[in-house]
């Protein structure tokens, strides 16, 4: 998302120029909304508030077993402790997943359980993880809208009123074919021609809605594509630089869906999860599928790498940013990554290494 407060200055001043636009004030019906005295004033940062070791706050990650959710929850915990954290999905965790703390199923589509949820666990801050991504939403678009509209919905009325601290990612399909692709900058035009994206840029605005018409403490974060070892590709368009490296260790064969050219902005997970609860893009690195695949024929000299373009999937990454303009983030809160294509290609087959090893020794 584009830096709240530039965006809400900008807005002002395109309304309040408007001449004789004849305009009724906006309004939106919301369920019963009040404020809670916990609330953090808008210009808090995530990382910046303190808190003493018997007012650590609550937190609540939905689609918690998802590419992003099971490290936040990791990293948070650390912080924060182990039962301050709860992680919800609507599907069944992992034995090594549940036994790592608080875990509570919850869908975002039922709006009074997550209710329940919210009120009996004091939670305090919300981390909303539930999407349908990019090349699986456009098989399901009904399911995609309901997901990631209608919960984002639920989420919103739900953290305006008990006063919660609203975290809601954003991503590089916000963007679509007419925005600035190479750099992308934090603010410029944003038609999407997915349903993923196009409810991504309605999340951003309903944000910032709820941000003035209520005083939602809410933040957002664009990421790039995001690579991560432990978990398997979710359906999302930049997954195939997850894909190749499993292909890779299991057959030494791998077919992509993109062409061989195609630059997107991507991340390996820990610089995303140390960079969460900002508010601008961020970006690492940016790299075509060739440029991915010759750097890890570096370390698998024998990996086969053949292209079988999915339409769809190619259609969407050519409409998405080549690279992300992240100067903000790296100016005004000196956000640095430490993953170049190089470290990220050899921290994936480490770990993989040995997940092989102790697979074959079991």
Known sequence: MAVIR??????????????????????????????????????ASFHSVSFSETDHPKVLITGG??????????????????????LSDIRKPPSNVFHSGPFIYSDI???????????????????????????VGEANVALARSVNITGLHNILDI??????????????????????????????????RTIYGVSKVHAE??????????GLDFRCLRYPGIISADSMPGGGTTDYAVQIFHDAIKTGKFECNLRPDTRLPMMYIDDCLRATMRTYNINA????????????QKQMPELEVTYDVDLVRQAIADSWPMNFDD??????????HDYDLPELVQTMLNYFGVETLMARAN
């Open 6 to 43: 530039t965006l809400s200055k900008v807005a002002k001043q395109a309304l309040l120029s408007t001449p004789g636009c004849g305009c009724q004030p906006l309004t939106v019906a919301v369920r019963n909304i009040s404020f809670s005295p916990r609330q953090v004033t808008s210009d």
């Open 65 to 86: 077993l998802g590419q992003l959710g099971v490290g936040l929850a990791k990293l948070l915990r650390k912080r924060f402790g182990k039962n301050n954290v709860i």
């Open 109 to 135: 589509l039922d709006y009074k359980n997550l209710r329940e949820i919210v009120v009996n666990n004091r939670i305090t801050w919300l981390v909303h993880y539930s999407a349908l991504l990019s090349a």
């Open 159 to 192: 953290a305006a009123e008990h006063g919660l601290r609203l975290f809601v990612p954003s991503t590089i399909g916000a963007f679509g074919p007419t925005s600035p692709r190479n750099p992308t900058p934090d603010l410029c035009v944003q038609r999407p």
């Open 205 to 214: 605005l309903m944000g910032e809605y709820y941000h003035h018409r209520y």
């Open 285 to 296: 690195m940016s790299f075509t599928p060739e440029e991915l695949a010759q750097e890890l």
């Open 327 to 336: 100067s903000n983030a790296r100016k005004d809160w000196g956000w640095k």
